[in-house]
Structure formats: C-alpha cells, structure tokens
T-cell receptor, first 116, second 115 residues
Framework: NAGVTQTPKFRILKIGQSMTLQCTQD?????MYWYRQDPGMGLKLIYY???????DKGEVPNGYNVSRSTTEDFPLRLELAAPSQTSVYFC???????????????FGEGSRLTVL | AQTVTQSQPEMSVQEAETVTLSCTYD???????LFWYKQPPSRQMILVIR??????QNATENRFSVNFQKAAKSFSLKISDSQLGDAAMYFC????????????FGQGTRLTINP
C-alpha cells in the first residue's frame, strides 16, 4: 500500500499566487487532516474531515480551503499566498476509532512550501 | 480544548545511556490516547509508542517505554541504550476519542545523541 501520498514535496510561490496541495490515501480511512509545521514548532491543525462531503476548521484555518469529494482525496487550497504561510504541510489519515480505541494517524511525507 | 506541553526544547544524551523526555497535558476527558512521534531530519512522522488512557500498564516497545501518570496528566518517554539513530525531534501528542478524534501536538523536544 502507498499509504498517504502528498504532492508536491516542494514548492515556491510568489505572494498572491494560489495553489493546491494534493493528498490521497488508499487505506479507506474516514478521517483526514491537514497540519502545518512552522520551523522548530509542533504541528497545528488547519482543517479536517470525518468523511466525504464533511469538512471543518481546525486551529489555524485562515487563508486555506479544503474539499472532500471522495474518501481517498483531501486537497488543501491556498488562496492569495502570504509569507506567513511558509511552512511544512502534512496530510494525515486514520480510521474512525471505536469508543475505546482510536488508532494512530498515518502521515504523508510532508510538503515544504515557501512564499516569497 | 486539550493542550500538550513539552517543557524541554532540547535534550542530549551519551550513546548507550538512558534519557527521559517529559510531557504533560490538560484534558477533561477520561478516555483518550497518548502518542510519542519521532521526526528525523527527513521530516517523516514516525510513531514510537502509544498509550490508551484506560490501561494502567505502561506501554513498552523495545528500548522505548513510557511512564503514564493519569492523575498527574503526565506522559514521559524513556529511551534506553540510546543509539545514534534516535537523534530526532520527538513530539508528544494527545488524541481524543470524541468527535473528529483530532491529534493535538506538543512543541517538540530535539534529542541529540553524543557518540
């Protein structure tokens, strides 16, 4: 299995440009998440989805949009890129845990985005 | 909202020695999961160990073990017989069993292994 696949791995944007980070998982997971990691910091949740057609904001959603039209795909859209969005972005997925068990998150390899 | 705190930005240890990384968290929930993730320079997030809150027994994975103190809301990671390959950022994380079961991360601890 490929697991969680993110593209692109690296990207440089100019201020004001837009782009989409792609995320695909082949594990039939219900839950998918987008995190950002600033240098030397932990991961912060941008958006998440509990299933196709259902998305919601996380801790730092401003400047981003998501969609979940299929179970497999969860793209993250950056509109009007700003230097503050320079970061490493991680997509993750997991199955829906039972009341007594929530499994681990499976992470993609990350996408490094630089906005100049 | 849950929070996770790692109070040690950096730690170092001699190769083959033992090191303990600290983590505290805040929650009003009674059931949850706790994790330690390792992030080497490759940026990949690697699961090291997990602990279910309803289990009293501390989790162990080879050289990695945790000290889970539920009442104190403390979750430390002990690495025995440290190896050069253990050098990385280590993140403590809390996962709720409710709603979207989001994962909340601490700020991380950078571990250096001295040969």
């Amino acid at each position: 299995n490929a697991g969680v696949t993110q593209t692109p791995k690296f990207r440089i944007l100019k201020i004001g440009q837009s782009m989409t980070l792609q995320c695909t998982q082949d594990m039939n997971h219900n839950y998918m998440y987008w995190y950002r990691q600033d240098p030397g910091m932990g991961l912060k949740l941008i958006y998440y989805s509990v299933g196709a057609g259902i998305t919601d904001k996380g801790e730092v959603p401003n400047g981003y949009n998501v969609s979940r039209s299929t179970t497999e795909d969860f793209p993250l859209r950056l509109e009007l890129a700003a230097p503050s969005q320079t970061s490493v972005y991680f997509c993750a997925s997991s199955y829906r845990g039972s009341p007594k068990r929530a499994g681990e998150l499976f992470f993609g390899e990350g996408s490094r985005l630089t906005v100049l | 909202a849950q929070t996770v705190t790692q109070s040690q930005p950096e730690m170092s240890v001699q190769e083959a020695e033992t090191v303990t990384l600290s983590c505290t968290y805040d929650t009003s929930e009674s059931d949850y999961y706790l994790f330690w993730y390792k992030q080497p320079p490759s940026r990949q997030m690697i699961l090291v160990i997990r602990q279910e809150a309803y289990k009293q027994q501390n989790a162990t994975e080879n050289r990695f073990s945790v000290n889970f103190q539920k009442a104190a809301k403390s979750f430390s990671l002990k690495i025995s017989d440290s190896q050069l390959g253990d050098a990385a950022m280590y993140f403590c994380a809390y996962r709720s069993l409710e709603g979207a079961q989001k994962l909340v991360f601490g700020q991380g601890t950078r571990l250096t292994i001295n040969p």
